[in-house]
C-alpha cells in the first residue's frame, strides 16, 4: 500500500512575540492576535529549513533508497535553479532520481505531497521525499508580519512499511485573487481579510472536504483528527461545524506558536497529527490557497516505529525568545546594516568549482581511508594519518550525520556578522575527523569545549550583485 | 649528510624603517627607506649587489605581484630578483633565499629586503579576502578572521592547562605589558605607550578571549638585510652577524584535519625549534639563546612559541611570565623591540625586521643605552604564518 514511510518537520530556534511587532509597528494599526511566531535565523531560508526537516524525517534510513525529492515553497531562493536539486545534493541523495519544484502557492505542500503519492502508485519512484518549508517575507507593519512563520515539514512516500496508507484525495482549484507576487517583487499583496475569509478559507475547505467525504462515501465523525490552516482563528471553528465535525477533532493548527506557514502549514499539522496518532487512526489534511488539495490516511501499527522524530513537538520547546525586532529586520535584511569595509569584500562564486566540489560544499562529505580507516574532511587524496599516508585509497564519508564535540572556539567582533559575535571553532566528529566551521544558534556564553554539536545546512552569503544564495555546513548544539 | 647552514652566510648591513600606520609613505618609499640604511651599514653600493630576494604577501593593495617593484623602485640593473611569499614567514623567506645565494657560491652580495603597506585597506586587521586559503576553502571554512583563529588557541590553552578566563586572561595581559614596555622605549616602533594589565584586561574582545591589547599592530613597514659568505664578511666591517641556522616547518594538515593535535601549541614551532637548534648545536635552548624576537602576533602566540621554543617546560610558561623571565631585564628577555605587538607587523617586513633587532643587539648597537641587552651570545627570530592549525614557521638563529 502507497503512504507515508516516515515523517520530520523542522521550526527555526527563534520566536517573536507578536508583541514584540506591536510595540515597534503598532502605530501602523495592526493589532496581532496573542502569541508567537517561528522566525528563521540569519542564515536561515525555506532551503535550508527544507534540508533540515528531511534530516530529521530520512536519518537513520538509507539516503540511497530515496528515488524522489519534491519541494513545496512560495518563497524558494532560486527562480532559475533547481532548489530541489540543491536539497537533494544537500541531503547527499543519489543523482538519480527525479526532483520537482511545486511553487506559487499555500497548497504546493499538499499538491507535492500528492503527487509524490500518485508517482509512487504509479511506479514512477519507489520512495519520494516530500518537503514543504516557507520563510516568506513581508513588509514591516503588514498583517502578515506577525501572521506568517517560518517553518518546515518533511514526508518520506513509499509503497512499503507505510506508517500511514493513503486513502484517498480531492482537489479544487480557483484563480482566487487573496494574495499575489508578481516575479521580481519581495514582498506579497493582500485583499481584505473579510474578502478572503467569506469568499475563499470558508467556502473552499468546506467544498473540498465535502467534495472527499462523498466522493469515498465518508463521514465527517470517523476521522480521529482533522487538519486544515487556521488563518482565521474563528472561522476555523466555524468550518469544523458546518462540516458536521467536534471540536476535538480538530488538529491545532500552531497558529499562535508557530504561525501561518504556508506551503508547510498543512503538512505541518499533520506531521504532528502523526506524532500522537494510534494504529487505525484516520486523519485528514487539507491545504488553502487558491482552492486546496484534501487528502486522508490510515495509520498502520507501524506507527510505533516511527517514534524518535524531533518533528514538531521538540522543535517547539527547544526555542529562544528573539526580543529584538531591529534584530529580526536585520536577519530578513529588511534593515541593511553596515558590516563595514571588510564585510563588502566578495569573491565572485566559482560555479564551476561549486559543482566540481558539490559533494564536499553541499553534501559535507570527506573521505575515509580504506587503509587505516581515517575519516578526514574536506576529501584527501593522500591520507591525513601520518602513521599512514597512502595515496588514492580513499572512499566516500558523510559527516553531515556524524555528531561532534567542540574542540575549541572563539566569538570573532572583527569578522563581517549581522549577529556578531561571530562563533566559530574547530570540532572533532564521533567516529574520527577535525574540521572548523562556523557554528549558529549558538551563545557565545553557553559554548564550551567538550560540547555536543550536530551539523546544520546554512546559508553562507546572498551575493546580489551576482545573484546568488551560497550555503554550507554549520555546527550547531544538538537541539533537542 | 647534509651540513646546514651554520657560519657560512654573515649579515654585513641592515635596515628597517619607522613601523606603523604611515600615511604619506608608499610601499616604494618604504622598499628606498629601507635599502638606504641597510647599504650605508653595510658600506656598499647598489652595484655591488649581485642578486636580490624580495618578500611581500598582500600584493595586491601594496606594490603589486612579482619582484619587479623591488627592481623597478631600486633601479636594480638587471640583475636577478626573486619574489617570495610564505605568509607571515615571507621577510625571512626572503632572507634564507639571499644566505643560500652567497652560501652556494653562486653570489658574493645579495639583497633581502620585504615590506608591506597594509594601511590602504580603509578598515582595521589585515586585509580581508576570502580566497586567501584556496577555491574550495572558500566555499566551506569558517570566515574567520587571524585574531580568531589564534584565539581559538587561548581558549584550547586554558581547558587544557585549567586555567579560567580570568587566569588565562591576566597571563596574557603580562606578556602584552612587557611588549609595550619595550616599545615604549624604542623610537622606530609603532605603539609607543606603556599600557597595564588592568587596562589590558578591561580592554574591548576582538575575538574571545583575546581584547584589543592581545593583538599585535598592523603596520606599514619595510626591513632590509645584506648577506655575503662568511669567510668575506670581516672585509666589510668588524662587527658582522653570523647564521647558525635558518630552518622553516610547515603544517602537515594532522593539525587541522587529524585529532591528535591539543591546540594549545604549535606543531610547527617545536618541529622547526628542534632543527633549528641542531643545526646550530644548541644543547640547551632556555639557557643558551640569549634573546629572541619571536611571532608575537597575539599575547596566546607569544607564550606558547616560549614553550615551543622549550624555553618554557610544557605548559607552564605563566611561571616564566609571572617572574619576568622574559622581560628586558629578564634572564631571557623577548622581544626587545617591542615585538610585532608593539613595534608592528609588516608581514613581509617583519622577519627581517626582527632580525635588524638581533643584528642590533649583538654588535651592541641598540640605538638606546636602555635598550640595549648586556653581552648577547645568540639571537633567535621566529615567525609563524598562517593560522594555528595549518601555518608556516620561520626559524633563525644568529650570532657574532
Redesign the interface.
Known amino acids: 500500500m502507497v503512504g507515508i514511510k516516515s515523517y520530520g518537520a523542522y521550526i527555526p530556534r527563534y520566536r517573536m512575540n507578536h508583541s514584540t511587532i506591536f510595540g515597534a509597528v503598532g502605530f501602523l494599526g495592526t493589532f496581532p492576535a496573542p502569541g508567537e511566531s517561528a522566525v528563521a535565523n540569519y542564515d536561515e531560508d525555506s532551503l535550508t529549513m527544507a534540508v533540515a526537516a528531511g534530516i530529521d524525517c530520512i536519518n537513520g534510513l538509507r539516503r540511497e533508497a530515496v528515488d524522489g525529492l519534491y519541494l513545496a515553497t512560495t518563497s524558494q531562493p532560486y527562480m532559475v535553479r533547481q532548489n530541489s536539486a540543491l536539497i537533494a545534493t544537500a541531503l547527499d541523495l543519489s543523482a538519480h532520481i527525479r526532483t520537482a519544484d511545486f511553487i506559487g502557492s499555500a497548497k504546493s505542500g499538499t499538491t507535492a505531497l500528492l503527487s509524490a503519492l500518485d508517482t509512487v502508485k504509479g511506479e514512477g519512484a519507489g520512495n519520494i521525499l516530500v518537503c514543504a518549508s516557507d520563510c516568506r517575507l513581508s513588509r514591516p507593519g503588514s498583517s502578515q508580519e506577525s501572521l506568517y512563520g517560518d517553518a518546515a515539514a518533511s514526508l518520506l512516500v513509499g509503497s512499503d512499511d507505510v506508517i500511514a496508507t493513503f486513502e484517498g484525495a480531492y482537489s479544487v482549484s480557483y484563480d482566487f485573487p487573496d494574495r499575489w507576487r508578481a516575479s521580481g517583487e519581495k514582498f506579497e499583496h493582500a485583499w481584505e481579510d473579510r474578502f478572503i475569509r467569506d469568499s475563499g478559507y470558508g467556502p473552499f475547505i468546506q467544498e473540498v472536504i465535502s467534495g472527499l467525504l462523498k466522493k469515498y462515501n465518508l463521514n465527517i465523525k470517523e476521522f480521529a483528527k482533522i487538519a486544515y490552516p487556521g488563518i482565521y482563528a474563528r472561522e476555523h471553528g466555524a468550518v469544523a461545524k458546518q462540516l458536521g465535525a467536534d471540536p476535538g477533532q480538530l488538529q491545532d493548527t500552531l497558529l499562535s506558536t508557530v504561525g501561518d506557514t504556508g506551503s508547510a502549514s498543512p503538512l505541518m499539522m499533520l506531521v504532528a497529527a502523526l506524532e500522537d496518532a494510534k494504529p487505525g487512526d484516520r486523519i485528514l489534511v487539507t491545504s488553502f490557497g487558491n482552492g486546496g488539495d484534501a487528502l486522508f490516511f490510515r495509520v498502520t501499527d507501524r506507527i510505533k516505529g516511527a517514534a524518535g522524530k524531533r518533528a514538531v513537538k521538540k522543535h517547539l520547546a527547544a526555542k529562544k525568545d528573539l526580543a529584538s525586532y531591529e534584530k529580526y529586520l536585520a536577519f530578513r535584511n529588511l534593515a541593511p546594516m553596515d558590516l ?3 564585510g563588502e ?3 565572485r ?2 560555479m564551476s ?2 559543482f566540481r ?1 558539490r559533494k ?2 553541499l553534501s559535507l562529505v570527506g573521505s575515509k581511508c580504506k587503509k587505516c580507516g ?1 575519516p ?3 576529501y ?1 587524496r593522500v591520507c ?3 602513521d599512514c599516508g597512502a595515496i588514492d585509497q580513499m572512499e566516500d564519508y558523510r559527516f553531515s550525520d556524524k555528531r561532534a564535540a567542540i ?11 549581522i549577529d556578531p ?2 562563533v ?3 570540532v ?1 566528529f564521533e567516529g ?7 557554528f549558529t544558534d549558538c551563545d ?1 556564553d553557553s559554548v564550551k ?2 560540547m555536543p554539536v550536530e551539523m546544520t545546512f546554512r546559508s ?1 552569503y546572498v551575493d546580489e550583485s551576482s545573484g546568488v544564495h ?1 550555503y ?2 554549520k555546527a550547531t548544539p544538538i537541539r533537542a | 649528510m647534509a651540513e646546514g647552514i651554520k657560519d657560512k652566510v654573515a649579515i654585513i648591513g641592515m635596515g628597517c624603517t619607522k613601523f606603523g600606520e604611515l600615511w604619506n609613505k608608499s610601499g616604494e618609499d618604504l622598499i628606498v627607506d629601507a635599502f638606504k640604511e641597510c647599504i650605508e651599514d653595510a658600506g656598499i653600493e647598489k652595484k655591488d649587489i649581485n642578486a636580490a630576494w624580495f618578500g611581500v604577501h598582500f600584493e595586491e593593495q601594496s606594490v603589486g605581484k612579482g619582484a619587479t617593484p623591488l627592481s623597478l623602485t631600486l633601479k636594480l640593473p638587471f640583475i636577478p630578483v626573486t619574489r617570495t611569499e610564505n605568509f607571515c614567514a615571507t621577510g625571512t623567506e626572503a632572507f634564507r633565499g639571499a644566505c643560500y645565494g652567497v652560501a652556494s657560491g653562486a653570489y658574493d652580495i645579495a639583497l633581502a629586503l620585504g615590506v608591506e603597506k597594509l594601511k590602504d585597506t580603509g578598515y582595521g586587521g589585515l586585509p580581508g579576502g576570502a580566497n586567501l586559503l584556496g577555491t574550495k576553502s572558500a566555499l566551506i571554512n569558517p570566515r574567520l578572521t587571524a585574531p580568531g583563529a589564534f584565539a581559538m588557541m587561548a581558549t584550547r590553552y586554558f581547558s587544557v592547562y585549567g586555567l579560567n578566563p580570568e587566569e588565562g586572561k591576566r597571563m596574557l595581559a603580562k606578556v602584552s605589558v612587557k611588549s609595550h614596555y619595550n616599545g615604549a622605549r624604542n623610537p622606530k616602533a609603532h605603539l609607543r605607550r606603556e599600557v597595564t594589565e588592568e587596562q589590558i584586561v578591561m580592554a574591548p574582545i576582538i575575538a574571545w578571549p583575546l581584547g584589543l591589547f592581545d593583538c599585535c599592530g598592523v603596520s606599514d613597514g619595510s626591513a632590509a638585510a645584506i648577506v655575503t659568505r662568511a669567510d668575506m664578511a670581516k672585509k666589510f666591517r668588524k662587527d658582522p652577524v653570523r647564521v647558525k641556522a635558518l630552518q622553516i616547518a610547515l603544517s602537515s594538515g594532522e593539525e587541522l584535519m587529524y585529532t591528535k593535535w591539543d591546540g594549545a601549541h604549535v606543531e610547527t614551532t617545536y618541529r622547526g625549534g628542534i632543527q633549528a637548534y641542531k643545526e646550530a648545536g644548541v644543547k640547551n635552548p632556555r639557557e643558551e639563546i640569549s634573546m629572541a624576537e619571536v611571532h608575537d602576533c597575539f599575547s596566546i602566540t607569544e607564550a606558547v612559541t616560549m614553550e615551543d621554543l622549550q624555553f618554557s617546560p610544557r605548559g607552564k610558561v605563566k611561571e616564566d611570565i609571572e617572574s619576568g623571565r622574559f622581560n628586558h631585564d629578564g634572564a631571557q628577555p623577548i622581544q626587545p623591540d617591542g615585538g610585532l605587538k608593539c613595534f608592528g607587523h609588516p608581514i613581509g617586513a617583519s622577519g627581517l625586521r626582527m632580525l635588524y633587532e638581533m643584528y642590533k643587539q649583538l654588535q651592541g648597537k641598540a640605538q638606546l643605552p636602555e635598550r640595549q641587552i648586556k653581552n648577547p651570545k645568540l639571537g633567535l627570530t621566529h615567525n609563524l604564518g598562517g593560522f594555528p592549525p595549518m601555518n608556516i614557521v620561520s626559524i633563525a638563529i644568529v650570532g657574532l
Open positions: 563595514g569595509m571588510r569584500l566578495r569573491v562564486t566559482p568549482a561549486l566540489e564536499e560544499v581515517t578526514q574532511y574536506p584527501q591525513v594519518n601520518p574542540f575549541t572556539y572563539t566569538g570573532d567582533n572583527l569578522a563581517a556578522s559575535p561571530l566559530y571553532g574547530l572533532d574520527g575527523g577535525r574540521y572548523w566551521f562556523d557565545l569545549v567538550g553562507r551560497g554550507s555546513w
